[in-house]
């Protein structure tokens, strides 16, 4: 199956840290992403992390992964009201030759501030 | 970062004309384009896959003949729409891959909304 899973509301005070978790379900990804959408808006790809790492930290934002478990998170310091969004963790799937990306359900973060 | 533009931004429309949404990747060439549906709440669902110089490649459950694929030049797909319907509302979005690294770039999403 192609079922990428996440929690579906998180929510922080502002000033906090914010985790948001995901399983995905292809162990032969070659690596994993991070997208943000803001309200009414397009997708914004916030990082991603190969999957020959543990860890990637990107100013605020870190990435940990565990791929026996094929469990991804995304760590966010100060989570700011600016954060607040719509964070989906998203695979590509090799398919006929093609390069898909499978979506998780996405999280809704709220920030409170 | 790479950019991908799309255009329309939204459109009205009433039940039963045709639209037609433009995705552009202004500043790389993209022989493969795909167009994603998201409904209001939902996850973003993969419809179909643009290639350039061939017949698009369409998810199960999705009509080729309602959703018409045209990957007209290396920076441009086209999607229409046609005879639309109120359940066809929905928040279109385009990506393409670069090939330098794969990485998926998004277009901004054309919300359509069928009268």
């Known amino acids: 199956g192609e079922d990428v899973e996440q929690s579906l509301f998180l929510s922080v005070r502002e000033g906090d840290s914010s985790v948001i978790n995901c399983t995905y379900t292809?162990?032969?990804?070659?690596?994993l992403y991070w997208y943000k959408q803001e309200p009414g808006a397009g997708l914004q790809l916030l990082t991603y992390?190969?999957?020959?790492?543990d860890m990637k930290q990107d100013q605020r934002l870190t990435v940990l992964l565990n791929k026996k478990d094929k469990h991804l998170s995304l760590r966010i310091a100060d989570t700011q009201t600016g954060d607040s969004a719509i964070y989906f963790c998203?695979?590509?799937?090799?398919?006929?030759?093609?390069?898909?990306?499978?979506f998780g359900t996405g999280t809704k973060l709220q920030v409170i501030p | 970062g790479a950019v991908v533009s799309q255009h329309p931004s939204w459109v009205i429309c009433k039940s039963g004309t045709s639209v037609k949404i433009e995705c552009r990747s202004l500043?790389?060439?993209?022989?493969?384009m795909f167009w994603y549906r998201q409904f209001p709440k939902q996850s973003l669902m993969l419809m179909a896959t643009?290639?350039?110089?061939?017949?698009?490649?369409?998810e199960q459950g999705v009509e080729k003949d309602k959703f018409l694929i045209n990957h007209a030049s290396l920076t441009l797909s086209t999607l229409t729409v046609t005879s639309a319907h109120p359940e066809d509302s929905s928040f279109y979005i385009c990506?393409?891959?670069?090939?330098?690294?794969?990485?998926?770039?998004f277009g901004p999403g054309t919300r359509l909304l069928v009268l």
């Open positions: 990506s393409a891959p670069t090939t330098a690294d794969e990485t998926q770039y």
């Open positions: 292809d162990s032969s990804s070659t690596y």
């Open positions: 992390i190969f999957s020959n790492m």
């Open positions: 998203a695979e590509p799937i090799y398919s006929g030759g093609y390069q898909k990306v499978t």
């Open positions: 500043d790389f060439q993209a022989t493969t």
């Open positions: 643009s290639n350039e110089g061939s017949k698009a490649t369409y």
